[in-house]
């Protein structure tokens, strides 16, 4: 199952798509072409946190947890500074996520000042997701594996030889674009950054 089919049965595509003004195929398709970048953001944090998975967890709670995700979907306006600081921790930049933005535009066929607005929304509803469902497995079955057992789920992990890539399994094939192991490797690349070397994270506006 696509991580944006889980949002859109939770909502969290139409709020997305109330709030920019667009209807919901414009806003599942945006999302379509931002997810795995997103994603393989918080697949490279996964690596570099003590803990791997657990770590990102961590991560995840001090970023805002479930309530980035109940903050899309209020009928209030989200609140997307906190969708900056989500895309800070994950891009380290404001070039990266215009490179992220104008990458989705290509394949999508939207503008990429649309998908700009987009991505710290759609950045907080997989970070207060993923937070929500970690807690949930943690709660049903404490030695499951907690957001490992959950990313699981959610992206079909087949327990193959040889299938974990930085504990984060099939997940890695998923997010990757030309099979070398994260999107957000290519696109670290256009904007001159290298996708080999990882620089620390930087909170702050992502767009």
Request: charged share 20%; no cysteine.
């Amino acid at each position: 199952m696509q991580i944006t089919d889980v949002l859109s049965r939770m909502g969290g595509i139409q709020s997305m798509a109330r709030e920019l003004g667009i209807s919901e195929q414009e806003a599942a398709r945006g999302a379509d072409a931002l997810a795995p970048a997103v994603l393989g953001g918080f697949k490279k944090q996964a690596q570099s946190q003590p803990g791997g998975l657990d770590g990102l967890g961590g991560l995840l709670g001090q970023l805002g947890g479930g309530n980035l995700l109940d903050d899309v979907l209020s009928s209030q306006p989200t609140h997307v500074d906190r969708g900056n600081q989500v895309l800070g921790q994950i891009f380290g930049s404001r070039e990266v996520s215009r490179t992220v933005a104008q990458n989705a535009s290509s394949q999508s066929g939207l503008d990429p000042a649309l998908l700009k607005k987009m991505l710290p929304m759609l950045a907080m509803l997989v970070a207060g997701y993923m937070s929500k469902e970690r807690g949930a497995a943690a709660q049903a079955s404490p030695k499951s594996g907690g957001l490992a057992s959950m990313l699981s789920g959610i992206f079909g992990r087949r327990r193959t030889a040889g299938a974990g890539v930085g504990g984060l399994g099939g997940l890695a094939s998923m997010l990757d674009m030309n099979k070398d192991g994260n999107p957000l490797d290519d696109i670290l690349r256009m904007t001159g950054q290298g996708g080999t070397e990882r620089e620390p994270p930087r909170t702050g506006p992502g767009v």
